[in-house]
């Protein structure tokens, strides 16, 4: 996939993010979907991804999605790195640990976002009951990829 | 396929922009640096957004209008809607129960009150429900090109917030930012206090020192502005208490759920005076 493409899949799944963000946090849940896609596609992909890269499409989704600049851009140079070293490692993982890191690491870029982005109103019961979901979630798609291989099965 | 382990100088890499990551953030968070990028983005996003629904979704419902019988009765609501609007806005000003009614001020010289009507052009839903940043985009309708930064915005119900940024559209901060500082008093004129933002939709709140201020605070007591600052004009009505917490013996905070909602209505005053 090129890297236009990359950048409107992603920018699609970050516009299904604000809107369902919206109606999720009247349940005090936050599924950071732009996140949780960046991260599948630097864990599916065949190569490793570029701090540059990883730095250009943080900054983007940082402006597009209204928050401070840096924000996003961090998390995404730190998963693409922990990814690209050890993504032969987690070849060896079941989906059950690899559902628990994703799951887990969405729950460390809410935890930091809402730091950041929301000091005065910080709340455990989002965090805790978002990484609970994260997890569900991430257990979701892997069953989805499980039955149905070829709906997640996508070259990247 | 197996991927390779990252290289020594692609780590190096990775640790470069993760540095320069950090910089941006600190930068960001500590001086306004990149408020004209993010404001010119915000700018022509929304400009983006008129122009293309003014080329792909208004010629459709033109055409659907026209073969439709009821097509000019549809425009003539929409025009009355409007007018509707804007005769609310005009009818509040110069109504007894408006919220300036108690400022004698404004109004017994409420036919040289000027204001300028504003629309509203965006406001993100997400960051207004949860985070501490809440501001909203407008236009503001005016003849005359002037500098309304500082000057308050008002609906048909309270007051809004104040104009922080101007350039085609205007940034309005709202009174719930937790970087917004409202004064504000009660009716009985014998307590004053600065009620910050909360973060949350539609409540504020205020920090005060019961040592100091000896009146009784009861819940539902309503608040009005102080006139200080120099922003808001006085003895506006602003909301009332819904909770007192005792912080300790020095320190009592009350939360004050504020009359007006930004989401209430697409139209704006601009106070010009």
Redesign the interface.
């Known amino acids: 996939m090129s890297f236009i493409k990359r950048l409107l899949f992603l920018s699609v799944i970050n516009f299904l993010d604000q809107n369902i963000s919206n109606f999720l946090s009247e349940f005090f849940i936050i599924i950071p979907l732009t996140f949780l896609s960046y991260c599948f596609y630097v864990y599916r992909s065949d190569k490793n991804i570029s701090a540059l890269e990883a730095f250009l499409l943080g900054l983007f989704f940082d402006l597009i999605s209204g928050t401070y600049f840096g924000l996003n851009t961090i998390f995404f140079c730190l998963v693409a790195y922990y990814l690209n070293s050890n993504a032969n490692s987690f070849k060896l993982f079941s989906y059950l640990q690899v559902c628990i890191f994703f799951g887990l690491s969405a729950s460390a870029y809410v935890g930091f976002t809402q730091l950041i982005v929301n000091l005065y109103n910080f709340s455990y019961l989002t965090l805790f009951l978002s990484s609970i979901v994260n997890i569900i979630f991430c257990f979701i798609i892997a069953f989805i990829a499980a039955y149905f291989p070829k709906s997640i099965n996508m070259k990247l | 396929?197996?991927?390779?382990?990252?290289t020594t100088g692609?780590?190096l890499?990775?640790l470069?922009?993760?540095v320069?990551?950090?910089?941006?953030?600190?930068?960001?968070?500590s001086s306004n640096n990149?408020q004209n990028?993010?404001n010119g983005?915000?700018s022509f996003k929304i400009s983006s957004y008129f122009i293309l629904k003014e080329i792909t979704i208004e010629p459709l419902k033109f055409l659907q209008n026209r073969y439709k019988t009821k097509s000019s009765l549809i425009k003539e609501n929409e025009i009355l809607r409007e007018k509707l609007k804007l005769s609310d806005l005009n009818n509040f000003i110069t109504s007894k129960e408006n919220i300036f009614s108690k400022n004698k001020e404004i109004y017994e010289d409420k036919y040289n009150f000027f204001y300028d009507v504003a629309k509203l052009r965006s406001i993100?839903?997400?960051?207004f429900?949860?985070?501490?940043?809440h501001r909203m985009q407008i236009e503001v309708i005016a003849k005359d090109k002037t500098d309304n930064i500082e000057k308050f915005v008002f609906n048909k119900i309270g007051i809004i917030g104040q104009i922080i940024h101007q350039n085609k559209y205007s940034e309005v901060l709202l009174l719930t930012d937790?970087s917004h500082s409202l004064p504000i008093k009660s009716e009985s004129d014998n307590f004053f206090c600065n009620a910050r933002g909360?973060?949350?939709e539609g409540y504020i709140i205020c920090k005060y020192n019961p040592l100091v201020w000896s009146e009784e605070i009861i819940k539902n007591q309503i608040f009005y502005t102080s006139g200080m600052g120099g922003i808001y004009p006085k003895d506006i009505e602003v909301g009332h208490v819904t909770n007192i917490e005792v912080v300790n013996s020095i320190e009592q905070s009350l939360l004050i759920k504020l009359n007006a909602s930004p989401l209430d209505s697409n139209i704006f005053g601009v106070l010009k005076n």
């Not at chain 2, 320069?20 to 968070?29: A, E, G, K, N």
């Not at chain 2, 429900?129 to 940043?133: G, Q």
């Open positions: 396929m197996a991927r390779t382990v990252p692609q780590k890499n990775f470069l922009f993760l320069i990551s950090i910089l941006i953030l600190y930068l960001d968070l990149f990028i993010k983005f915000k993100n839903p997400n960051m429900k949860c985070c501490d940043k937790t909360s973060g949350r």
